[in-house]
């Protein structure tokens, strides 16, 4: 379910939400941030010795090395080691690399060979970003989701204070997780524009002394 409310008024709702139903009742919804192949592949080169400096990898190093990368495959779904292995074979297979055209894929085929290049210098990366990328690396919040619940949700799924920052706690399950529970999600959604709107509202009343009348405030069925 999703409700639009102005950006500045969420943290309200979201504090009357929590004083209606409890703490035991209400959580924000987790999400978890997973390490891409970029990413993966700057994590690992970093744990590494240089051979030509007998020190670690730096970053900028690690970095020169996915700096080929784009960040999304051209068809924008997300880039990986599996779709970069795989688009060097002639020809490469639709069903893991997707529907790219010729020149889509030459472009790709470029663009693995330098990384492949890079990486195959290191004895045993490849594989090791290839176990590493996906691994969960980090949790936060998803932006607008809030679980109402008729019963404990801790009984039904763990939850976190996490970050301590967070008015709620935060379920440790994602997003499609909780829903296979059997858990609502609620989108309190802050939007810039219902601010602009309402401030819009104001200033029209005090600069001209006309008050113009809300959707809600004329409609008893909805009010």
């Not at 490849?126 to 176990?131: A, L, Q, T």
């Not at 997003?175 to 401030?199: E, H």
Request: with cysteine; charged share 25%.
């Amino acid at each position: 379910m999703d409700i639009d409310i102005a950006d500045d008024d969420r943290s309200r709702v979201i504090q009357f939400v929590l004083d209606t139903w409890g703490a035991d009742y209400v959580a924000q919804i987790g999400t978890h941030g997973s390490l891409s192949v970029k990413s993966a592949t700057v994590a690992l080169i970093k744990t590494l010795i240089n051979p030509a400096t007998g020190q670690h990898f730096t970053q900028d190093e690690a970095f020169e090395i996915t700096k080929p990368l784009p960040n999304k495959w051209p068809d924008q779904s997300d880039l990986t080691f599996d779709k970069l292995r795989e688009v060097l074979n002639d020809p490469p297979d639709p069903d893991i690399i997707g529907e790219l055209d010729q020149d889509e894929i030459e472009a790709m085929r470029k663009v693995a060979n330098a990384y492949f290049d890079a990486i195959n210098q290191i004895p045993g990366l490849p594989e090791k970003i290839n176990r590493v990328e996906g691994t969960k690396k980090s949790f936060g919040l998803h932006a607008g989701g809030v679980i109402i619940s008729g019963i404990p949700i801790k009984t039904v799924c763990p939850v976190s204070q996490v970050p301590k920052s967070a008015v709620l706690p935060a379920t440790m399950f994602t997003m499609n997780q909780v829903a296979k529970l059997g858990l609502i999600k609620y989108d309190f959604l802050g939007l810039k524009t219902l601010r602009l709107i309402r401030l819009a509202l104001e200033n029209i009343e005090k600069t001209t002394g006309k008050k113009i009348k809300r959707f809600v405030e004329s409609n008893k069925r909805i009010s």
